[in-house]
Each structure stands twice: as structure tokens, then as C-alpha cells.
């Protein structure tokens, strides 16, 4: 059995080798603009993959925006995996595209790649998530959500709603927060957003905090624990939708009210998300807007034109709470 | 290439492996099943010194409610794809496609359902279930295809579905999450029948059912006899390659039952994350059991206290408060626990000594053989 495994393993990571080898050799060095005549610009854009409903809009609004500003749009998916990526870049690279957008799939391990764009004289921009590296002059500029003032949202509206949200009336407000993935810079952020806005109010406290994992099981899941575990809990925060969803179904399981008898607060504003909190079972959402297909564009044009652009650009968000919902789920997109 | 890697190893091992191997099962197998049911009832313990109320069930809108309550349901999912894997391990195979069978189990039904017309009826949900489990079934053949006519190892053939799996129940959702508001299907999680969760009495059953057909009748003894040498028990008279094939069919149904209470239990069903590693924890709850990953003897009794014992372990991270960086550094070190309390020699360098039972020789045979 040992020695199966072994054989397998070893197949296993040959393979890997030979797909990674498959893109390692293409260092295009190309320095002239491939501008391809016309005065049109071609962007190349390496989506992390469709792992979910927020990518998908996320994909959406690149594809429709690209079509609508004249832009010509190369797109990959890169199904959640770095080689791809990395494979994906190289290629937009001996293209000559114009300019390259991607939204990297971890945060380290892009140097070599970024690099080759720079001696290609290709711009760069990062799109949703961020890269960890030295060296800020690999790309022009990272457009994005800032995780960390979403949760201070959050955390802000308990604060400002402290009067209503002490639901069992003890004069404590008792917080569960159900954590994101491990790791990931959105779990982070929004977790320490959120701790500290409610830090100005000393009734507010965090009581119980672990992971869902970002998914509606590992919420349901959790929270079910934490009805059992945690006493006279008065608001669930949830690091996305999903979770909050969970968190409901574990709460009517038991016999209370979501929205009364605790109150729920989300990060995301997907469309199930909207919709519980049109029917009142979720307390307030603060977006995360995937909608950054007009910013993207507008930013390609300045960089390809040679215009000076900020390092780092935040997505235009908003806040939803239960009235507001009503009036924007008829048009919302996703 | 395939058979040339294979040959040496069934060649190599079952030679003295098989007699020891029956003794240790006479001898150890009541025994092994104590040793996952000591640490289930240590973080049963745990878990009332961190919570009191643990025990606490009550009846709650005419049905019964505690945390023993959602350990019971949420356990059903892996006890089912634990089963599943415990015969295919039997036959010195393994599945780690289960995880995406689940997770397109789940999106052929809900998609069903979600695009029907009469998306909240029981016919709806009964339609769309009965389609992901023939679904199952096909991707089930499959794989005992590719096992048992064309002879690739069983890790490897199951891969190609594990990795394929998801993607295909991803073009299914459209790479959405699919959310289905269907009373009747939402039931097969959260449901109650006579006050116990409809999941539970689902796995339960299909548990004892295939405890009856396999210890029964034969079949547990041929599946037995295929696991410890295939080629012998042909020559024998065993038809190997059908049981074989069948196992893969059947874990690929448990598989796809599983999926469709994970997705019932959120009502929605999301391609990337459902039944994600739940292969791992399957193989967990078998090993746990007492089963052997070499093949060649089962314990279904054990397996179910390993499903138990692995959705307590995930509750007690949460109730006992460990904080997410640990979480699964907490399980692993729990389940090394647990795997070193049932190695016999682990045992021994540890000094950890019991009195011997009086006299284990006949019984435990037929015991083993209900379990």
C-alpha cells in the first residue's frame, strides 16, 4: 500500500512538473508597443477562476464594461490555480497586449512573471486582491475593496444601533462572529475592522469567534455550536453572506427569529444575501462591490496613455440596510 | 505502464500477509472497536466540562433538539460516505472521487429543482434526487470501470473524478450558487420523523441495511477474500471484477446521497465548497473504525463510531472555543491520538496495559461479522 501511494504520489507530481515546465521557457523580451494599429487597446485578463456567485458578477461586469469602452478583451480562467495564472500572464506577454489585469490567486510568488511584463513594457494593474512583494514598481496600480473598512461598516452601524441591538436586554451586546477562511486576507481585514469600530463602545464585545470557512454549511454549522455554547447572544457578524445564511437556518432551527431575536450583520450583498435582508432576517449588509468592470477600464485607458495613476484605488461601495434592500433587489445583477 | 508499476506489489505483499491478518481481526476486533468509542466518550466529556448543557435535549417545536441532536445529523453525510469507502477499502481500494460525486449530486438536484416549474413540489424534489442518484450511479461505474476492466490503480483512476468532478458539477450550477426553496428537500437535512432528524434515520438505515445484505450473506466474506488477494479469490471461484466494480457503484451512491443532505441542509448548493475533503474525513471515520487500508477486513459498526467521533471532534472545536488558527492542528494532534491508542505496539511502547479478556478465541468471529 506504502509503495502504491508512493508511485502515485511520485506520478502525481511528475505530471505537475511537466505542466509547470510546459510555460516556464517563453521569456518574451520584447520591448516595442504591439499596439495593434487601430488605436484600440487590448487588455489581458487573468480571472482567478468561477468559485462563486460574487467572481461570476465579478467576471460579468469586466467582459460587459471591456465591450462597452471599446476595449479589446483577452480573458482566462485560471480555475483557483497559480500555474495557470502565471501561464495565462506569459502568454498576454508574447501577445504584446497593452495592458495586464489579474487578480492573483495567493498573495506571494510573482515576481519572476511581473517582472518579465515590466521588460516588456507591459502596465500591470491588480484587480480584488493584492500581491505581497517588495517591489511596488511591478505594477501601476491595485484596484480593489478595502476588506479593513468593511468591517469598520460593520462594526460602525452596532455601534451606532447599540440602543436597539441589546436584544436580551442584560446591557451587554454580545457578538458571535463567524470568521472567514484562515488565512485569507478578507477574514483578516474584516475582523479587524470590525474589532476595532466596536471598540468605542464598551458594551459591545466579541464573545465567540470561529471560521465557516466562507460557505453556508461551515455557518450553519458554527452557529449551531455557538446557540448551544454562547448565552444570551444578541448579534451574529458574519465575515460574507453565505455564512449569515447559514447562521439563519441554525437560528429558526432553534426556535428564535432571525433579524429579532438576534440580529445579523453581513459583508458581501449577493443576491440571496439581499433578498434575507429584504424579508428582514438579516440586520444590514455592507457591499463588496464585484462591479469593477467601468473603474478597471477607465484605469487601463489612463495607464496605456501614460497618465499618472493612485496605487491603490478602492472599489466605490455601499451599505445596505433592511428598507434599502427592497429598493434595490428588483435591479440587482447578482 | 499501469501494470507493470501494479504487479509487484499484489505479488510482493499478500504472501504472508493474509494469515496474521485473520488472527489479528479474531483477536482484535471487538477490542479495536473500544479504543474509537473510549475517545468518542472522552470529548463527549470534554465538551460537558466546557458546556454543561451538552446533554441537554429538549423537545422543541414537537421535535428534539440539543447539540447531541446535531451531532446525530451532521454526521450522516460522512457516516454515509465513510460506508461507502469502507467496502471499497475492504477490497484494498479507494475512493477519493466521493467529494465531487457529492458536489454534483448536489447541483443535479438542486438545478432541477431550481428550473422547474413547480419548484417547491415533492414530485420536484423527488425527480431532481432520484436524477443526481442515477447520476451517481454512472459516475460510479466509472469508476469500478476503471479499476476493475481496466486495472488502473484504484487511487489514480478515482483522481481523474475527483479532479474532474467538481468542474463538471460547476458547468452544472453555471459556477453560481444555486439556491432552491423546496420544503420537501430541505426536510432530508432538517426534517424530523417521529422527533429524530430524517438525516440521521436515512443514514442509519441504509447503514443497517448494508450491514444485513454484506454480514448476512456472503458478500462481506468474498469482499473480504477480494481484499486480501484478488487473483485467489478468482481462481477461487469469486467473481472479483464484479464485486469490485460494485463497490465503486455503491460508494458512489452513499456518495451522492450524502451530497444531496449536505446541499438540503442549506437548501442551496455551491460546486466549490460542497463535500470539500469530506473523502479525507471519510477515510478518517474508516480508519478510526478499525478498518484496514491494506484491504481485507471491514468493521461497519466501527465506521459508524468514526463518523460520530469525527463530526464530535469538529463540534468540540467550536464549543470548546479553540481559535480557528489551531482548529486543525487540534484535530490532527486528537487523531494521532486516537490512531496510537489502537496500534497494539504504540500500545506497548507506552506501556499502557489492560487486563486481558478471559477468552477472546471463538466469539469475536462472528461478533466481527456483525459489525
Known amino acids: 500500500m506504502v509503495k502504491k501511494t508512493l508511485i502515485a504520489a511520485t506520478a502525481i507530481s511528475l505530471s505537475a512538473m511537466a505542466l509547470t515546465a510546459c510555460g516556464s521557457d517563453s521569456d518574451s523580451s ?112 491595485f484596484l480593489g475593496s478595502d476588506f479593513v473598512e468593511e468591517g469598520q461598516k460593520a462594526g460602525q452601524w452596532l455601534v451606532d444601533n447599540a440602543a436597539d441591538s441589546d436584544v436580551d436586554g442584560d446591557g451587554d451586546i454580545d457578538v ?40 453556508r454549511d461551515g455557518g450553519k454549522q458554527v452557529m449551531e455550536s455557538f446557540l448551544q455554547s454562547e448565552k444570551g447572544i444578541d448579534v451574529v457578524f458574519a465575515h460574507n453572506d453565505d455564512m449569515g445564511l447559514g447562521a439563519i437556518e441554525a437560528i429558526k432551527a432553534a426556535g428564535l427569529t432571525p433579524g429579532k431575536d438576534i440580529k445579523i450583520i453581513t459583508v458581501d450583498a449577493v443576491k440571496d444575501g439581499m433578498t434575507a435582508l ?30 499618472d495613476v493612485p496605487e491603490r484605488v478602492v472599489t466605490e461601495e455601499t451599505t445596505f440596510d433592511q428598507e434599502q434592500a427592497a429598493e434595490a433587489l428588483p435591479t440587482r445583477e447578482y | 505502464m499501469t501494470d507493470t508499476l501494479t504487479r509487484p506489489t499484489p505479488s510482493g505483499s499478500p504472501g504472508p500477509s493474509p494469515a496474521p491478518q485473520r488472527r489479528l481481526r479474531a483477536s482484535s476486533s471487538t477490542k479495536a472497536l473500544l479504543w474509537p468509542v473510549l475517545a468518542l466518550v472522552v470529548l463527549l466529556v470534554v465538551n460537558v466540562v466546557a458546556t454543561p448543557s451538552f446533554f441537554d435535549i429538549r423537545l422543541q417545536d414537537g421535535h428534539l433538539f440539543g447539540p447531541l441532536v446535531d451531532i446525530a445529523r451532521n454526521s450522516a453525510p460522512v457516516m454515509l460516505v465513510a460506508l461507502g469507502m469502507t467496502l471499497v477499502i475492504a477490497t484494498r481500494g479507494i475512493d477519493l472521487s466521493v467529494g465531487a460525486i457529492a458536489a454534483i449530486a448536489g447541483a443535479v438536484a438542486c438545478v432541477h429543482m431550481a428550473g422547474s416549474s413547480a419548484e417547491g413540489a415533492f414530485a420536484t424534489a423527488a425527480v431532481g434526487c432520484f436524477t443526481a442518484l442515477a447520476v451517481c450511479l454512472v459516475l460510479g461505474l466509472w469508476n469500478g470501470f476503471l479499476v476493475s476492466v481496466v486495472g488502473i490503480q484504484p487511487i489514480i483512476a478515482t483522481l481523474v473524478l475527483m479532479v474532474a468532478g467538481r468542474g463538471l458539477a460547476q458547468l452544472i450550477t453555471d459556477g453560481q450558487i444555486t439556491t432552491v426553496n423546496n420544503d420537501s428537500f430541505s426536510n432530508l437535512a432538517s426534517g424530523f420523523v417521529l422527533a429524530v432528524p430524517l438525516a440521521t434515520v436515512v443514514a442509519v438505515a441504509v447503514v443497517a441495511l448494508t450491514a444485513l445484505v454484506v454480514r448476512r450473506t456472503a458478500l462481506g466474506m468474498l469482499v473480504e477474500s477480494v481484499g486480501i488477494n484478488p487473483e485467489a479469490s478468482r481462481l477461487a471461484g469469486v467473481r472479483s471484477r464484479t464485486i469490485i466494480w460494485t463497490v465503486y457503484v455503491f460508494s458512489g451512491l452513499c456518495a451522492g446521497l450524502a451530497g444531496l443532505i449536505i446541499a438540503a441542509n442549506t437548501r442551496s448548493v455551491n460546486a466549490n465548497s460542497l463535500g470539500l475533503f469530506i473523502e479525507l474525513d471519510a477515510i478518517l471515520a474508516v480508519v478510526i473504525g478499525g478498518t484496514s487500508l491494506a484491504g481485507g477486513r471491514f468493521s461497519i459498526l466501527g465506521t459508524v463510531v468514526g463518523a460520530v467521533f469525527i463530526t464530535t471532534l469538529t463540534r468540540t472545536v467550536v464549543n470548546v472555543g479553540i481559535p480557528s488558527e489551531a482548529n486543525y492542528l487540534f484535530k490532527a494532534l486528537v487523531v494521532v491520538a486516537v490512531c496510537l491508542l489502537q496500534s497494539p505496539r504504540a500500545r ?12 477472546p478465541t471463538s466469539a469475536p468471529t462472528s461478533k466481527a461479522g456483525l459489525a
Open chain 2, 348 to 359: 506497548a511502547a507506552f506501556r499502557v496495559r489492560r487486563v486481558r479478556p478471559a477468552a
Open chain 1, 278 to 307: 429584504a424579508a428582514g432576517e438579516i440586520n444590514y449588509i455592507v457591499e463588496c462591490n464585484p462591479l469593477l468592470g467601468p473603474q478597471l477600464m477607465d484605469l487601463a485607458e489612463k495607464v496605456v496613455a501614460g497618465e
Open chain 1, 30 to 141: 520584447a520591448g516595442a508597443d504591439g499596439d495593434s494599429g487601430n488605436g484600440s487597446i487590448t487588455m489581458g485578463f487573468a480571472q482567478v477562476g468561477a468559485e462563486s456567485g460574487w467572481r461570476s458578477a465579478n467576471t460579468k461586469s469586466i467582459e460587459d464594461s471591456a465591450k462597452e469602452a471599446g476595449i479589446d478583451l483577452k480573458f482566462s480562467d485560471a480555475q483557483q490555480k497559480q500555474e495557470n495564472q502565471i501561464k495565462a500572464i506569459r502568454s498576454y506577454i508574447q501577445q504584446k497586449v497593452d495592458v495586464i489585469a489579474f487578480s492573483p490567486v495567493v498573495e506571494t510568488g510573482w515576481d519572476t512573471v511581473l517582472q518579465e511584463a515590466k521588460r516588456a513594457n507591459i502596465p500591470v494593474i491588480l484587480t480584488d486582491r493584492a500581491v505581497d512583494s517588495e517591489d511596488t514598481s511591478l505594477y501601476k496600480t
Open chain 1, 176 to 215: 458571535v462572529q463567524l470568521e472567514g477562511t484562515t488565512g485569507a486576507a478578507p477574514a483578516i481585514d474584516r475582523g479587524e475592522g470590525f474589532a476595532d469600530a466596536i471598540s468605542a463602545d464598551p458594551k459591545i464585545s466579541v464573545i465567540a469567534s470561529q471560521t465557516g470557512d466562507f460557505t
